[in-house]
T-cell receptor, first 116, second 112 residues
Framework: NAGVMQNPRHLVRRRGQEARLRCSPM?????VYWYRQLPEEGLKFMVY????????ESGMPKERFSAEFPKEGPSILRIQQVVRGDSAAYFC??????????????FGEGSRLTVL | AQKITQTQPGMFVQEKEAVTLDCTYD???????LFWYKQPSSGEMIFLIY??????QNATEGRYSLNFQKARKSANLVISASQLGDSAMYFC?????????FGTGTKLQVIP
């Protein structure tokens, strides 16, 4: 039973390029959370999605950032026109149906974005 | 709104001693869960322990125990018999309705 899979693990982009981060949740999980971690800081909530629905995107910057979780395939976090301040580790976490208020989040190993 | 506060940016503990990492929370949700995660220098997030708001007994997982005091809104992590491999960042987190919030973390260093 594979865990949460994130790819790429490391991504280097130049300023102005696009970054696409993918997250495949654990089998049977339909809830996905994305978090951003700047160096030496904690995890900041970005967005919470269920299949084909964005439930809470209150942590997402208003511009350049978008997320989706289609019916088929992984969840995608997309950053357009990246800037140096986007350099961070981006973590995806999933949880199964019916545990909206309880139960642990299962984390992927993170995608580390470096913007040159 | 929910909030998690970890007031200890860094802690030191002697190997084989016990250490308590503090966590307080605030929420208006009636039902919620409290977690602790460990993040070693390699960067992955490792789940340690979970406490549900309606659980009457404190959660324990091996050397980890969660000292849950609901009236005080605290969920401190106790690590017994510290090991060198326990050196890491520790994050307290709370899961409420449709939201999971993390604290700023405590960096624990175990001294030989």
């Amino acid at each position: 039973n594979a865990g949460v899979m994130q790819n790429p693990r490391h991504l280097v982009r130049r300023r102005g390029q696009e970054a696409r981060l993918r997250c495949s949740p654990m089998k049977g999980h339909s809830h996905v959370y994305w978090y951003r971690q700047l160096p030496e800081e904690g995890l900041k909530f970005m967005v919470y999605l269920q299949k084909e629905n964005i439930i809470d995107e209150s942590g997402m910057p208003k511009e350049r950032f978008s997320a989706e979780f289609p019916k088929e395939g992984p969840s995608i976090l997309r950053i357009q026109q990246v800037v140096r301040g986007d350099s961070a580790a981006y973590f995806c976490a999933s949880s199964p149906i019916g545990q909206e208020n309880t139960g642990e989040l299962f984390f992927g190993e993170g995608s580390r974005l470096t913007v040159l | 709104a929910q909030k998690i506060t970890q007031t200890q940016p860094g802690m030191f503990v002697q190997e084989k001693e016990a250490v308590t990492l503090d966590c307080t929370y605030d929420t208006s949700d009636q039902s919620y869960g409290l977690f602790w995660y460990k993040q070693p220098s390699s960067g992955e997030m490792i789940f340690l322990i979970y406490q549900g708001s309606y659980d009457e007994q404190n959660a324990t997982e091996g050397r980890y125990s969660l000292n849950f005091q609901k009236a005080r809104k605290s969920a401190n992590l106790v690590i017994s018999a510290s090991q060198l491999g326990d050196s890491a960042m520790y994050f307290c987190a709370m899961r409420g309705y449709q939201k999971v919030t993390f604290g700023t973390g405590t960096k624990l260093q175990v001294i030989p």
